[in-house]
């Protein structure tokens, strides 16, 4: 009973999947139905009907009649076919063949799609030859009145195109021949190669229009503009010769007669119709000019330049020439006084060194000028660097001269700061003397001691001969910098000794009630009186916080109001 049940399952299921499968390849042939209808129904009939409207003579026959034949062969022969294979494919659904269904599906699927491009091929060439006769019909009369047009302008301006206009010309009538042509094509049926014709003619008038508009102006350059021009350079060229300028680098001569050659051959081809060639020459013979225009201003910029400065810088160079004479003068006192480092030696044979180059140059310079057988350009820059030069040696002249007045400037300086230094000194003593504390540590007398030699030092070195600056700045930082601590020592002591002082008094009250702080204090009276005032403030400030807390800030109180 359990067998029979499970055959019956599995029979239902494969009923059950039978169905789906063939649904699914039922659905294929219902599109593939719809498609050859759709290709059936499409209107290949009434468009070759538009193409009876035109010369069915020629190219226009000759299409027609494949495009027939090509559509009946589809009607007839196709798509009958295409009916048997779908019958044959429904056929094989039905018993269950689902492999060899599908692959004549495949083979329909194939022949469709071959036959859709088939038709869509048909409608483009229709549409294309169709189109064609329209854009055509349309666009020639477009090109004819261009072409009249092009014709008049060449009568009526027959002069302002020279020798080309015969040239254009021509053109003009090989335009008129391929207009007679396309009216032959399309009378002949032949409206494809019509269209050809047409896009010929158009491209063709196009590039008379611009050669029209371009020569007559190209002939202006060359015969009138350029000309003009090239006189211009010569005649400046000659008269900038007859004022003494020095041209012979530039060639202008034979750079003008190259020009005259290249626009001979660019009229020529002006003349030829060689239209964009004759407008590269063209840029090439400007730039040329102007790179000759300003060659030639340039020379006269130079000239300017040197008439404006050549004085100028020789009057620079006495005075530097005068200056270093001065400036070895006070090298020379100055060296009396002080102590003069190599670096200044290396710097005053460096400032002589530039100056006898830069005179030597001036000299140089001085002589081409005479002999008047170099650019004026030339000349204008090596003046230019002299100048530069002599500035640079103004400038390091300037600096040395600061240097030698700082040499005395630093010597009053340190002067005036030991003055300062003995000052504080003094007031560090009196300070001390005032404020009665019973003696002085050891280590405040040797900074004392220390003090004052470090001054004595200084005084020294200024009493030298030659001084020696950097020696008495070396001697004058130490000697700042233990005045500095003295001062800032003695004020610390002063202060250490006055709370100390203080502190101990405060804790007197708790003598009688604490042995620690009688103890406590004994011992910071003994650092006291042992002049270490510094460590008697710490003794008696940490004796009596050992039993009140709150004494500093009581003391503190009072020494804020003190």
Known sequence: MKYIIGFIILLLVIIVTGYFIKKKYYREMDRLEAWKIDLINRPVLDEMSKVK??????????????????????????????????????????????????????????????????????????NELVGSEEKNRVEIEQLRETYREAKK??????????????????????????????????????????????????????????????????????????????????DGFREMEQQGYYLEHIEVEKELSELEKLIAVCLNDVEQIEVDKAAEGLKDIKARIDVLFDLL??????????????????????????????????????????????????????????????????????????????????????????????????????????KLHALRKDEMEA?????????????????????????????????????????????????EKPLNISAINQFLEIAVLTVEKLVATTTELIDNAFLAEKVIQYGNRYRGKYSSVSKGLEEAEELFRSYDYHKALEQAAATIEAVDSEALRKIEALFSKD
């Open 53 to 126: 409207q035109l010369n069915m003579t020629g190219q226009t026959e000759e299409l027609f009649e494949r495009w027939r034949s090509e559509w009946d062969d589809i009607v007839t022969v196709r798509l009958p076919d295409l009916e048997e294979l779908l019958f044959d494919a429904e056929e094989h659904i039905d018993r269950y063949r689902f492999r060899k269904a599908k692959e004549v599906q495949y083979l329909i699927s194939k022949n469709l799609q071959e036959t859709e491009d088939q038709i869509k091929r048909i409608l483009n060439e229709l």
């Open 153 to 234: 302008e060449l009568l009526a301006h027959r002069y302002t195109f020279g020798k080309a206009e015969k040239q254009l010309e021509s053109q003009l009538n090989d335009v008129i021949e391929k207009i007679q042509e396309f009216d032959d094509k399309t009378e002949n049926g032949n409206y494809l190669q019509a269209r050809e014709t047409v896009l010929s003619i158009k491209s063709q008038l196009e590039l008379i229009q611009s050669e029209m508009e371009q020569i007559p102006d190209l002939l202006h350059e060359f015969q009138t503009a350029l000309p003009s021009q090239l006189t211009d350079v010569r």
């Open 297 to 402: 201003e340039k020379e006269v910029h130079a000239k300017h330049y040197i008439i404006q400065n050549e004085k100028e810088t020789e009057q620079l160079l006495l005075d530097l020439k005068e200056g270093n004479s001065q400036l070895n003068d006070e090298v020379n006192e100055v060296g009396q006084s002080y102590h003069l480092t190599d670096e200044f030696f290396q710097s005053r044979r460096k400032i002589e060194k530039e100056l006898h180059a830069a005179y030597k140059r001036f000299e140089h310079l001085a002589a081409e000028l005479e002999d008047n057988d170099t650019a004026q350009t030339v000349l204008k820059e090596e003046l230019a660097e002299i100048k530069e030069q002599l500035d640079a040696v103004r400038n390091d002249q300037e600096a040395f001269f600061t």
């Open 415 to 463: 002067r005036e700061k030991i003055q300062e230094l003995r000052k504080k000194i003094a007031e560090a003593i009196r300070l001390v003397s005032k404020s009665n504390i019973p003696g002085l540590p050891d280590d405040y007398v040797f900074l004392f001691e220390e003090s004052k030699e470090s001054i004595e030092n200084v005084k020294k070195q200024l009493e």
